[in-house]
């Protein structure tokens, strides 16, 4: 087969070999004085079983070209290569700084040529590092990807991620502590006056995750149906449809712009220029509230006690996992039954309030 002009060459080497095919690239010609080409530089892509292996080796570089100097690329070089593809595919943005507060503590090996990497060396980087368990269980998933990548470009041959010890998690300070009925008194008392409230309302009649909730999109919000679209970070909790509680929606209409391209904007945005909060925007506007209202929790507990809730009030079990995003490992249910927004609407609507204060009157877009 001929491959047309600047695709690379395949040949057949001579004698008895477990990988007798080749895949080369030209990357440039040695010039001489006289500006006469004198001599092809080639490198190796690899060596392969069957010429139709060589074949695809070719063409997935060519669809992907990747640093093919495996004897001397570095820790540093290999993570920039690959993120530049992986944040592509990311579309939160505390995904990438997650990614990338991981990458912070790896500065031991940066330098280091990546082939020459051991297991040592990445638990060695993981143990000294001066974090918490969290971060440096992402440090691992970091080096897990890495080596994928790796593998999959043939710059190592053994994925020692994969043999380095996992991070012990420590027990977590205290276990989720959900709102209390007296709290969530105390939060309808006070919707109206102290700023930010109806965001932890909503979050805990929603079952939204904290980053979940504050990306969610205007375009999203569906005031007819009342329903919301979102979620992330797992197959099972993206482009989840969340029915709106019918005690928080005059809060989502109160928010709702439809110039505003996030139903909640960062406060520092200009008026319908659009800005999601991020994490840490949203993490310190919970704390202010917490602290206003002397009370002690932490964003994710707004979730856990719309879970709560749901379970008190008998919620069908699947239908609660749909609205969470949770994943459905029952084949029956999660393949062939297929949910109705009213079942979602009738289910949610099994969780009801009586702390809402009497004759207290809800702020209506």
Request: net charge positive; glycine share 6%.
């Amino acid at each position: 087969m001929k491959l047309s002009n600047g695709m690379g060459s395949i040949y057949k080497l001579s004698g008895k070999r477990r990988k007798p095919w080749r895949a080369v690239k030209t990357t440039g010609w040695v010039i001489d004085a006289d500006g006469e080409r004198v001599k092809q530089n080639r490198v190796t892509i690899g060596y392969y079983h069957s010429k139709e292996e060589a074949f695809q080796a070719l063409m997935n570089y060519n669809a992907d070209p990747y640093d093919i100097k495996a004897n001397t690329i570095t820790f540093s070089e290999l993570y920039n290569k690959w993120s530049e593809r992986y944040f592509e595919t990311l579309s939160n943005p505390s995904s990438i700084r997650t990614v990338k507060a991981a990458y912070k503590y790896c500065a031991p090996l940066y330098n280091m040529r990546f082939k020459d990497i051991r297991v040592s060396h990445l638990e060695g980087t993981i143990h000294d590092a001066d974090v918490g368990a969290s971060t440096k269980g992402r440090m691992k998933s970091l080096f897990n990807m890495l080596y994928k990548y790796a593998l999959k470009h043939e710059i190592v041959t053994v994925d020692y991620a994969r043999l380095c010890d996992s991070v012990k998690q420590t027990e977590p300070l205290r276990k989720p502590q959900p709102f209390s009925d007296e709290e969530i008194e105390i939060l309808w008392k006070n919707v109206n006056t102290v700023q930010f409230v109806d965001m932890i309302l909503i979050g805990i009649y929603s079952g939204w995750r904290p980053q979940e909730l504050a990306i969610l999109k205007t375009a999203d919000i569906d005031l007819e149906a009342q329903t919301m679209l979102g979620g992330m970070k797992t197959a099972a909790g993206k482009n989840r449809i969340v029915p709106i509680h019918p005690l928080i929606f005059p809060l989502v209409c109160k928010r709702y712009n439809s110039e505003n391209e996030f139903l909640f904007n960062d406060d520092n945005c200009p008026q319908g220029s659009g800005g999601a909060l991020t994490y840490d925007k949203y993490r310190g506007r919970f704390a202010k509230v917490m602290n206003r209202l002397k009370m002690d929790h932490r964003p994710h507990e707004t979730r856990h006690t719309f879970i709560t809730l749901g379970k008190e009030a008998d919620m069908d079990e699947y239908i609660l996992k749909m609205i969470v995003g949770h994943s459905i490992s029952d084949i029956t249910e999660k393949v062939y039954t297929h949910r109705k927004i009213e079942q979602l609407h009738t289910e949610i609507q099994k969780i009801h309030n009586d702390k809402i204060p009497k004759n207290m009157t809800l702020l209506t877009a």
